[in-house]
């Protein structure tokens, strides 16, 4: 006869080892870049040009190239973002039409990153004649991270108590009031979450600006919205498989800042996050 | 004053509304402006299924065939590794660990989802890739099984926060009316509680998989980006996404090549959003 309780203990076994499948090599990932990409790290790598065709000197370029790109994105996705969150969340009424909008955002998020370079350099660089520039490219990277933005202020807006907006509308307030001194307060800490993992994400993605801003070797720093920028993401993708004979060390070294800056963001996020859990008033 | 300036605000308010609306059919608009002027000159038969990929001969051949099956093989490849680790990570997660280990696990998968796909490559190409190469004794690492164990890394993320979900938002009365008719815990799980969230298991399953479809970077690097029709998960091969994102900087605008590699991203787009959409009805059946 079969023994349940064996069945249970061999079953439980293999998920442990499904997750431990996943785990250990996460771990690993982290541990191999920090390990060989710290060393590698001094402020002449942060600091420097690079040099004798990017097989040595720093990568300051590409880290300034990525700090526009990530900073274009998010002044462009942050208000269309926040607004759209405040439509879904205050005013939409549940129909259809709120439901076509939540699909559009789901597609929107599930659109390949490599289409979305397709539609930069359709839309941008080509019919708006913007070129290959840092505006092209913020533009592009911005519209990629709209759905998180949008999707984790709807959560923060929703999750203000309906009681707040009840108690300043029968105040007299108005409907705008209401949210702007109200319910939009209340929501900071949310919205901040989803614009800095919205940061992270734009700062890692590199198909999008492929063709819409990324300069394969410019080692001087961009004048304006219309040149070409360096980005750390494209830069670890050439010297790991465009030029020849690159130090290996130059290579962990940028995977190592570029990661680390991704996983600080998606730190402070989840910091962020919890202790608004912690704190919350209601 | 303050009457027209509200009208103002809420009038941005319902367009930003529509904002990802908009965006959506741009996107699509703009892919269909470039991809379509292909089809004046080839056929979309020939298209689909031509067998040769030689954009720049003279004349030049484009057919997507090897790249289609490029890109199939690597995504099965990488649904049978991810599938059956994801979903079972989302029951451990879900069901067994301990509060604080589970907390640690989601923080772990959070982690995984946010490394760049350029930098998941890079450790693909210093480990992955030699080592397959060494076990199977190839000539090149870069194969389409490399990309699909690499892929499958980038899918499991989607596969078990969303499958997790749906496991943690079945009833919690039908588990205790498991546990009082005498069910063992693993019982309850496999006859009740999978069957009760399979709907949200298979879309974490669809999610994973157009994760592996649409990704570029990690695939371009590790796959050895041959156009050639794969005879073997061992061969190179090169996907959908990787071509248009290797050639596209070559294609000059308007000329045929840079058309096709807009109908492939018609194609890319096409899947992603039946995908998406099949996968949201799956997940709010009830609304």
């Not at chain 1, 190592?256 to 008033?281: S, T």
């Not at chain 2, 590794?81 to 879900?94: D, M, T």
Request: aromatic share 10%; charged share 10%.
């Amino acid at each position: 006869m079969k023994n349940p309780h064996r069945t249970q203990r061999i079953a439980f076994f293999f998920l442990l080892l499904t997750t431990l499948l996943i785990v250990i090599p996460v771990g690993l990932i982290v541990v191999i870049i920090i390990q060989k990409g710290l060393p590698a790290i001094n402020w002449q790598f942060l600091s420097a040009m690079p040099r004798q065709g990017m097989r040595a000197g720093g990568i300051l370029p590409a880290i300034v190239g990525t700090f526009y790109l990530v900073s274009g994105a998010v002044t462009f996705a942050l208000p269309i973002g926040l607004l759209a969150a405040i439509y879904l969340s205050e005013y939409s009424k549940g129909n259809k039409l709120t439901r076509l909008i939540k699909l559009a955002i789901v597609n929107l998020a599930g659109v390949p990153s490599v289409v979305y370079g397709l539609f930069g350099l359709a839309l941008f660089v080509v019919f708006f004649k913007f070129g290959a520039s840092i505006l092209s490219g913020s533009l592009t990277l911005g519209i990629m991270i709209l759905p998180i933005i949008i999707t984790t202020s709807r959560e923060a807006l929703e999750s203000v108590p309906q009681s707040f907006r009840e108690v300043s509308l029968s105040l007299g307030a108005s409907k705008w009031q209401t949210i702007r001194h109200i319910v939009l307060p209340n929501a900071v800490p949310g919205i901040l979450t989803g614009t800095i993992l919205g940061l992270g994400r734009a700062a890692g993605e590199t198909a999008p600006i492929l063709f819409t801003v990324a300069a394969f070797y410019l080692p001087r720093l961009p004048h304006s919205i219309f040149d070409q920028v360096m980005a750390l993401p494209y830069h670890l993708y050439i010297i790991s498989t465009q030029v020849p004979n690159v130090d290996e060390k130059v290579r962990y070294g940028t995977a190592f800042v570029l990661l680390a800056l991704v996983l600080m963001m998606n730190l402070v996020a989840i910091i962020i996050r919890y202790k608004f859990r912690k704190n919350k008033k209601w | 004053m303050r009457k027209f300036k509200e009208f103002i605000i809420e009038k941005l308010v319902l367009l930003c509304g529509f904002a990802s609306i908009i965006f959506v059919g741009l996107i699509f608009l703009f892919l269909l402006r470039e991809g379509l002027a292909l089809f004046k000159t080839a056929g979309p038969f020939n298209f689909l299924f031509g067998k040769n990929w030689y954009p720049i001969s003279e004349p030049a051949q484009l057919g997507i065939l090897p790249l289609i099956l490029g890109s199939l093989l690597v995504t099965v490849g990488a649904a049978v590794i991810s599938i059956p680790i994801g979903v079972g990570c989302a029951i451990y997660i879900a069901e067994i660990a301990p509060i604080k280990i589970k907390e640690m696990l989601k923080a772990g998968i959070e982690l995984l989802a946010a490394i760049p796909s350029v930098v998941l490559g890079f450790i693909g190409m210093v480990t992955l890739v030699p080592l397959v190469k060494n076990i199977f004794h190839l000539p090149t690492g870069l194969t389409a099984l490399s990309g699909s164990i690499m892929l499958a890394f980038m899918a499991m993320p989607t596969i078990v926060s969303v499958a997790e979900d749906a496991l943690y938002s079945v009833p919690k009365n039908y588990k205790e009316g498991a546990f009082a008719l005498g069910a063992t815990h693993w019982q309850t799980i496999w006859r009740v509680e999978l069957p009760a969230a399979s709907s949200g298991i298979l879309a974490a399953i669809m999610l994973g998989i157009g994760r592996v479809i649409g990704e570029t970077m990690a695939v371009m690097m590790i796959t050895g980006n041959a156009a050639v029709i794969p005879h073997s998960i061992l061969a190179p091969v090169r996907t959908l996404t990787a071509t248009i994102a290797a050639e596209m900087g070559e294609a000059v605008v308007g000329s045929e090549h840079y058309f096709a590699l807009f109908a492939i991203g018609i194609a890319l787009f096409v899947i992603s959003f039946a995908i998406n959409v099949t996968a949201d009805l799956f997940l709010h059946r009830d609304e």
